[in-house]
């Protein structure tokens, strides 16, 4: 059966209950066929056109390098936080086995916010292999968000040891895959620093907050529900969005009257949301400046707004607890909870005022 047949296969009515089982029980499934999927349909001819444009690939020596890729067509790995999650999985294995870990992500490039830290990820454009008699592309995709679900961290886990000991020269993996929690903020702070720039932004902000630990954070994840932009997701009615973003309001002066003594740092993709908090002039309140993105939706997007995305991450990160406004309509983001493994913070999620 081709892939069509398949896909027709799973489309019909026997089809769809099946897939929904193996889906759920064998964790296999999915994740194998969509990297069939992916491979056939979109990676097999990106890498073609990309070795036809490539002058030549230099070989630096080593007899196989991991890479962890984000392509501007490979928007299916998700935003931020699930990238930054995949990177330091593959990672993770690597390290177990001994074996070169390198990362390319664009269009973002991720040298402009993130610099080496105690590992040296980068590689340079012409050690990059694009022929796939020698490059082996894949995808590792994550369908259960937990965590902390250890049957799919297995499943993950074998078959990225399976992709790996493909014998090719290198091994290029778009992947949103799930890792240890325990394991997270100790691998990313090997990975990563942030680079000067980003850093002057952040000890900026930590001393009008007070310090590290001295300020709580509170994180809504809009997606379009106010208009703001097309990601996902239901929108609002016009008329109903200033009732809602009225809760919201609400939601953050309850939790301030829970830590009264502490600033509170508010994030949120809606610019709507946030100049309307803004208005009303809250002492504790402090907003930073600048527009958010998600960048499975965004490629093209500006420095300054892919910078304002890993500010409001090491941010979080630094807060006293952290919290995520959750309600039916708003998206269960993993950002807040990512950024506050990355220095062990207190993660709460509350619920959006009635």
């Known amino acids: 059966m081709n892939w069509s047949g398949l896909l027709r296969f799973i ?3 026997i089809g769809k209950p099946l897939y929904y089982i193996a889906n759920r029980i064998l964790y296999f499934t ?5 990297n069939k999927k992916f491979r056939q349909t979109l990676l097999l001819q990106m890498y073609k056109e990309r070795q036809g444009k490539q ?7 080593e007899p196989k390098n991991v890479i962890y890729m984000t392509q501007p067509e490979t928007t299916f790995t998700g935003g931020l936080s699930d990238r930054l999650r995949g990177i330091v999985a593959i990672y993770a294995e690597c390290k177990r086995q001994g074996l070169p870990f390198r ?16 590992y040296d990820w980068r590689i340079k454009d012409d050690e990059i292999c694009w022929n796939t008699e020698k490059v082996f592309p894949c995808v590792m995709l994550t369908y259960h968000a937990s965590s902390r679900n250890r049957y799919q961290h297995w499943v993950q886990s074998t078959i990225l040891k399976y992709y790996i000991r493909k014998p090719y020269e290198q091994i290029h993996i778009y992947s949103n895959m799930i890792c240890r929690d325990r394991e997270y903020g100790v691998l990313f702070n090997e ?12 000890d900026y902000h930590l001393e009008k907050l007070g310090g590290k630990g001295n300020y709580i954070s509170c994180t809504f994840r809009f997606r379009q529900l106010l208009g703001d932009f097309k990601e996902g997701g239901d929108t609002l009615p016009v008329d109903e969005r200033k009732p809602y973003i009225a809760r919201c309001i609400k939601t953050v002066e309850e939790l301030h009257g829970q830590y009264p003594e502490k600033k ?13 908090l803004n208005k009303k002039g809250l002492p504790y309140v402090y907003i930073m400046p600048g527009k958010v993105v998600h960048i499975g939706f965004t490629y093209d997007a500006n420095h300054s707004t892919y910078l304002k ?3 409001d991450m090491y941010m979080i990160s630094y807060a006293d607890t952290v919290h995520l406004v959750r309600d039916k309509l708003m998206y269960h983001s993993g950002f807040p909870y990512r950024a506050a493994l990355l220095n062990g913070t207190k993660y709460k ?3 959006l005022t009635d």
Do not use: R
């Open 11 to 13: 489309n019909s009515g």
């Open 264 to 276: 509170l740092l508010v994030t949120a993709d809606s610019s709507t949301f946030l100049e309307e």
């Open 309 to 311: 995305s890993f500010l």
């Open 103 to 118: 990362i390319v992500f664009e269009p973002l490039h991720l040298e402009d916010y993130l610099a080496p830290n105690e």
């Open 55 to 61: 002058a030549g690939h230099k070989d630096n020596g």
């Open 349 to 351: 999620e509350i619920k």
């Open 30 to 34: 999915p994740i194998l066929l969509n």
């Open 191 to 202: 990975l990563f620093k942030p680079t000067k720039e980003l850093q002057e932004q952040i």
